[in-house]
T-cell receptor, first 117, second 110 residues
Framework: GAVVSQHPSRVICKSGTSVKIECRSL??????MFWYRQFPKQSLMLMAT?????????EQGVEKDKFLINHASLTLSTLTVTSAHPEDSSFYIC?????????????FGPGTRLTVL | DAKTTQPPSMDCAEGRAANLPCNHS???????VYWYRQIHSQGPQYIIH???NNETNEMASLIITEDRKSSTLILPHATLRDTAVYYC???????????FGGGTRLMVKP
């Protein structure tokens, strides 16, 4: 299957700093990428949908000024957590949507564990 | 998208078949049934999907009832590495928009 990478895999930062997470589709072009957040023992919660070359669409309750999403190319989307606080500590997962061919499916990255001290 | 209901947890003996049920009684005609799994601290992994016919691939089989109100994911010979949370998702965008429910935590035991 197609490969999606995330960088970094884990990050620890101080409260008030900003953290950027990259999501790359390595062997296909993704017109749409999704960002999810997962707290311990909970399911994935969709944060935003990112389309290449346009503004991201945020889910209700997700602050767009705090979670900045940039989708500058068909293989790269970035999520920046601005002024991070301990409550932002979570597992952040991206996915890339590959359309066409025999099947349409989302391919998920390995996740980024963010710990805010 | 239609809502799905799955048992929160299941156990299975290693080497036996694991049958994971999913109810999706409000599914509409153009909605697909997708199954993903998530091993601890990893991103979800696609397993299989179907519309109304039963499907089989190298990982699993998907059995969808004739009325499409429920389905069963079958792992024919479960191994310890199949221990994970399994998510049944119904979507009307052929896999574009996915809404994750609670899933079933499958524990494969020796």
């Amino acid at each position: 299957g197609a490969v999606v990478s995330q960088h970094p895999s884990r990050v620890i930062c101080k409260s008030g700093t900003s953290v950027k997470i990259e999501c790359r589709s390595l062997d296909f072009q993704a017109t749409t990428m999704f960002w999810y957040r997962q707290f311990p023992k909970q399911s994935l919660m969709l944060m935003a949908t990112s389309n290449e070359g346009s503004k991201a669409t945020y889910e209700q309750g997700v602050e767009k000024d705090k979670f900045l999403i940039n989708h500058a190319s068909l293989t790269l989307s970035t999520l920046t957590v601005t002024s991070a606080h301990p409550e932002d500590s979570s597992f952040y997962i991206c996915s890339a949507y590959a359309s066409g061919g025999a099947k349409n499916e989302q391919f998920f990255g390995p996740g980024t564990r963010l710990t805010v001290l | 998208d239609a809502k799905t209901t799955q048992p929160p947890s299941m156990d299975c003996a290693e080497g036996r078949a694991a049958n994971l049920p999913c109810n999706h009684s409000t599914i509409s005609g153009n909605e697909y049934v997708y199954w993903y799994r998530q091993i601890h601290s990893q991103g979800p992994q696609y397993i299989i999907h179907g519309l109304k016919n039963n499907e089989t691939n190298e990982m699993a089989s998907l059995i969808i009832t004739e009325d499409r109100k429920s389905s069963t994911l079958i792992l024919p010979h479960a191994t310890l590495r199949d221990t994970a949370v399994y998510y049944c998702i119904v979507t009307n965008n052929a896999g574009n928009m996915l809404t994750f429910g609670g899933g079933t935590r499958l524990m494969v035991k020796p």
